[in-house]
């Protein structure tokens, strides 16, 4: 079955085929998702196309391993990788693809997160793994945003874009904060 959509005469043409996926955003869990989620929405916000799954390091690994080794011929440019705990998943990934790959380490109850992300940070020399905050699924996704802008003029005008409005927001921000403290506010 096809997808179709009308036409602004009215008449009913395929639609065309999602855009490939850029982007991986893996886990080792469905449980991650409410954190990796992030990822997907700075992607999102950029119009980064992106695909989601959960790839086990520990509960399907020749899933992941072929998961990895085939993500560039795919067409994939980045790994997004969360995972909590013993978090193997994205140095695993490391070793048997090509592509840079974030991690994100995935905060559980116990140790806050602190476990996760000393296992993606202590990686061997020869296999890195970019690695962002306990829980800073956004910043992964923003960081694939920058590693895709170096050979992409419009995702690179958009992050400079965006940059800006970040700084608008502090200097707005510290313009408040000053005309508070003039008012007495303390």
Known sequence: MTDTQETPGGRAQDAPPPAAPRVGVVMGSDSDWPVLKGAAEAL???GVPY???????????QEMIAYGERAADRGLKVIIAGAGGAAHLPGMLAAVTPLPVIGVPVPLRHLDGLDSLL???QMPAGVPVATVSVGGARNAGLLAVRILAAHDPELLAAMRDFQGRLRDQAAEK?????AGLEGGAA
Do not use: N, Q
């Open 44 to 46: 999102g916000e950029f």
């Open 51 to 61: 695909e989601a799954d959960v790839v086990s390091a520990h509960r399907m690994p």
């Open 119 to 121: 296992s993606i940070v």
């Open 174 to 178: 510290g313009r408040r904060l000053r």
